[in-house]
């Protein structure tokens, strides 16, 4: 069974800087989607960014980012120069690709300081 | 404009009272899905609906059920809740299912919160 894991359940940055969240990820299979999703305090969970696997180059939206890496099963999130409207949940997600299931990591709670 | 809401937000029941949480969706897509999240954990999907198609987890209980009377509507019904049920759900639509389309973008609503007493 595939299974996603965040391993910083907080994360903390300063307004402007740049903050990695990082997520590894067990499957067997070879096509798969990943997804970052933000889930700000008592709102919904909108996606951030998504990869296939099988492109080898890393999905960049404005100030995030992924560094994909499929051998060692890692998808981290960058987002550079922060902002206050960034401090979320975030979950990483994975979904095969020929089903409709996704699968959550326990997601890490970023902090904006100004 | 929210696109999927739920009702309520919050949500109080009795140890073994029956409790149905609602969503709706102004975006016409054909998946509806309903996870539980619970505290510091992730979110896990319960079942979803391709137009009337249930699909059920493997892992889901039976104590979980599900209606979907349309498109726009669908709900989750708890029919003994127990202490362990405490929990946000979300609802979730998709426009298509796998295979037809490949991203298949799910968007959420903002979550039922469920406590049991």
């Known amino acids: 069974a595939q299974t996603v894991t965040q391993s910083q359940p907080e994360m903390s940055v300063q307004e402007a800087e740049t903050v990695t969240l990082s997520c590894t990820y067990d499957t067997s299979e070879s096509d798969y989607y990943l997804f970052w999703y933000k889930q700000p305090p008592s709102r919904q969970m909108i996606l951030v960014i998504r990869?296939?696997?099988?492109?080898?180059q890393n999905a960049t939206e404005n100030r995030f980012s992924v560094n994909f890496q499929k051998a060692a099963k890692s998808f981290s999130l960058k987002i550079s120069d922060s902002q206050l409207g960034d401090a979320a949940m975030y979950f990483c997600a994975y979904r095969n690709y020929n089903t409709d299931k996704l699968i959550f990591g326990t997601g890490t709670r970023l902090q904006v300081f100004p | 404009d929210a696109m999927v809401i739920q009702n309520p937000r919050y949500q109080v029941t009795q140890f073994g009272k029956p409790v149905t949480l609602s969503c709706s969706q102004t975006?016409?897509?054909?998946?509806m899905y309903w996870y539980q999240q619970k505290s510091s954990q992730a979110p896990k999907l319960l079942f979803h609906y391709y137009d009337k198609d249930f699909n059920n987890e493997a892992d889901t209980p039976d104590n979980f059920q599900s209606r979907r009377p349309n498109t726009s509507f669908c709900f989750l019904d708890i029919r003994s809740p127990g202490l362990g049920d405490a929990a946000m759900y979300l609802c979730?639509?998709?426009?298509?299912?796998?295979?037809?389309?490949?991203?298949?973008?799910?968007?959420f609503g903002a979550g039922t919160r469920l406590s049991v007493l």
């Open positions: 979730a639509t998709s426009r298509e299912p796998i295979g037809q389309g490949a991203w298949n973008i799910q968007y």
């Open positions: 975006l016409n897509h054909n998946v």
């Open positions: 990869q296939e696997a099988y492109k080898q």
